[in-house]
Each structure stands twice: as structure tokens, then as C-alpha cells.
């Protein structure tokens, strides 16, 4: 790890402590414990200099809380500005107000520690929505106080502007936010899909400016392109001779892992892992539907952006094959996109309108009150997923699930314990055959569904996942 001068007076960024960690308690049946934040003290950076309150004008600098973040966004509803330390920077940056999802805005807090770990991460824009931000955002939340985490935005601008430019405006700011942050451990975070050029180019630079660990966690996995790849010898060879620069290549199933293997990258530089999910969210939070003692009483959710291959479609075929069998049955189709209009369409013309609710995207608290009022699962992806964080979010909410071989859904779910692993492109009858067997036994889904959470918190949550990420960023030090 990279030693910085006990003189050093810079001032590193921090976001809000989460108060306490999420509740354990099965949040289905009883109301979580606790999620109420301590008070803040109000004098307690009154002290910091004006620098420091200059650039948090525009936020609440009303508090030193203990969690590092600095964060070096670049785009809209930014402000950035250097504190002078021949050592290291910090650059803050004030959110705008109308961003949900937006990262937390930054503190102040006296000078980093000499074992702290700096990690520096490309994130898209956090004006946008997508599952790197989300991911970034779950992170920031929950690394511990040793880790020190600072973003940098890359891939957004304008994209009127040849993508030759926009390569070489994105490259020329990283190297100099390298120069600046001098982080410990750089993280980018490609999919396997056409952005893999742009993030390739985006290794290669950093390697030229830094000499620590190298991390590159694909999120995204493209077939096409997975097929692309593998067909040519001189793709391979491309793929291999730019990411085999990292230290460091996490991907989200064992698949990926062994495919990537067969293309030549180091076998030992290779970790298979898991997406992580917030179980704070569910803090403070109680199910306030009746738990149902019959398959006419359940509340089936499907929960994704409702694009082809997602499996919307074979949801809705399916639940009106189960609709005519169980009258009180129901359904929320929860998500936006394209195929919206055309799912609810089908729902009025095959007459299962009454019985099936469009509430468009949900996000926090709501979504947290949606997974917890649900009785089943269900998500028949054939879609390029990773590891689908809605999937770990409904185990989490203690949901038995009904959901299909793809990515790496196989690597966190057994078929018969969790629920139902169906084959890869499920069809419409495929589902409501599993909708069929989960439903007749209500009082075995509730089992199913204890066990789920379980499941989830032990492995999947964000505190005990985030603990193994840095356990193997230390380990590369």
C-alpha cells in the first residue's frame, strides 16, 4: 500500500454514516429493528477551514461523519475544487437536489490515515440510473472506515462529439485524476459488450500512470459479443493482451470465469463472485398484507425493466393460465420500458386487467414496501445478466422464487431451495407449470421464503460482501 506522510493536511471527502447495520430479524412476519440515524452535532465542523466550507456551500456541512468517500465526478451539477497538499487532493462535488438516486453529498473530515486503503472507481455519470451507479452508491454506503473510496466519472458528455474525441477528452481526464487522487487500487467497471473497447483503452492508460493494483469487475455479459470473441483468434488475442494487465478480473458466474480462462487470461488473477444487495433498506419497514393462508390470497411480483428477454411477457401468459384456475390471484408487473404498452394491452384483451397492477419503475423505500407485501418471485430472464440484483432483493425480503438458468443466477440459487431453476428461455408453459407447483402449497413457500432471507443476508448483503472485497484488495497490497 502506498504510504503518504504522516504531515499531510489534506482533507478527504466523507457521506453520512448508516446509523446501524440491517436487521436480521425476518423482515417478512415482523417489523425490522432500528435504521434511525444519530443526531448530528451541529458544531462539529465549525472548525474545518474555509476552504473546506467554500466547497461544501452549496451542501450540509453541518457534520464530520466517519465513513470515508471522496468522490471526483465530473458533468452536471458539479462543483470541483482542489485543496492544495503536495501529497494528495480531494475534489467535492454538490449533487443535484433532483437526482433520486444520486450519491450521498460530501462531508469533511480531518486528514486520511496512513492504513487506509485509497480505491479510485469509474462510474458512469450519477445523473443516470443503471446497475454500476447503483452498485457504486451500495459500496459508498458500506465500506468500512478503512477504505477510502473516490469515483470518477467516464463515458458521458456529449455524445454528438466523434467517439474518437470523446475517447480522447475521457482518457486525458483520468490520467490527470490518476496524478491527483494517487489511489492505492484503480477499479473499472466494463460490461463484455461493445464498451469494452472504450474500457480496454481506458486500462491501458492507467497503467501508463499507475503502478498499484488494477482491478476490472464485469458487470455485464453480452453472448453476441462473448460469441464474437471467442470465434476469432485475433479478438482473443486483442482481449487478452489488455486485460491481462489487470491484477485483478472479477466476473459475476463461474461460466464467465471459465470461459475467460479458455481465452487466455491467468487463471489465477480470476474470481468468480456475486452481485450485493442493500438490506437497509428493508430497516423500519413491516409487510402490511395479511400473510396468506391459500393460493387465492398471493400477490405474485415481477420486478425488471420490461425490455424483450427479461421475461415479462412469459410472466403475464403464464399467470393468466393460473388466473382462471385461483380467481383471487394477482399480479404486479413492476418496471418501465418498451414493451409497457404492449404488456398491458395483452392484460385487457385476454381479460386479466382487474387482476394485474402496472406500477411503473419503483425505487427505495417503495420498492423495499413492494418486495415485502409479495408472496413469490417471479423473474424468467434469458436476458445478458450477471447476477441480477432484483433477484438477491427478493430473497433478501424472504420471496421464494421462480427464475431461469442465465448469467450467473445458477451460481447463487439451488433449484428445490430457494425455489424453482427453470432451463434456459423459458417459455410461457414453463412458467405456469412452476407457478402451478409453487402455489399449491402455501405454507412450504413461507419456508422456502425464511430460508431465502437467510440465505441472503449471510452471503449476499452489502456490509458481508463488501468485508470480502476489501479482505482481497488488502490481499494485493
Known sequence: MIRRPAACTCRALWPPRRSKPPAHPCVREQASAGGDSQPRDPTAAKDEPDRASEILAQGDAASVCEKPLAIHPRGAHSVEESIDCPHS????RCYSACVGNALPRDRVRNEPREDQLRILMLSPSTALSGG????????????????????????????RLPMLVRLLRDGWALLRTIRRVRPDVVQLN????????????????????????????????????????RKSKLLRGAFCLVFARADRVYVLATRFREELASWGLPADRLRAT??????????????QRPLPSAADELQVLFMSRLVPDK???????????????VPGIRLVCAGDGPEKAELERWANAHGISDRVHFPGFVRGASKAQLLLDSDLFVFPTHYGEGCPVSLLEAMGAGLPVITARSGGIADVFSNGSNGVLLDTRPDAQAVARALSEMTSNVEAMRRMGRDNHRLAFARYEAGTWCRALESDFASMN
Open 89 to 92: 487532493a480531494a475534489v467535492a
Open 132 to 159: 454500476v451507479i447503483d452498485f457504486v452508491r451500495i459500496l459508498t454506503a458500506n465500506l468500512s472506515p478503512a477504505t477510502e473510496l473516490v469515483t470518477t466519472t467516464v463515458g458521458s458528455g456529449d455524445s
Open 190 to 229: 466494463p460490461s463484455l459488450d461493445r464498451a469494452i473497447v472504450r474500457d480496454g483503452m481506458y486500462l491501458l492508460l492507467t497503467r501508463l500512470v499507475h503502478r498499484g493494483p488494477l482491478v476490472v469487475f464485469i458487470h455485464g455479459w453480452n453472448e453476441r459479443w462473448e460469441a464474437r470473441i
Open 274 to 287: 456475486s452481485m450485493l444487495f442493500d438490506g437497509a433498506q428493508f430497516n423500519g419497514l413491516a409487510r
Open 311 to 325: 421475461g415479462a411477457k412469459e410472466t403475464l401468459q403464464a399467470f393468466a393460465v393460473l388466473a382462471h384456475a
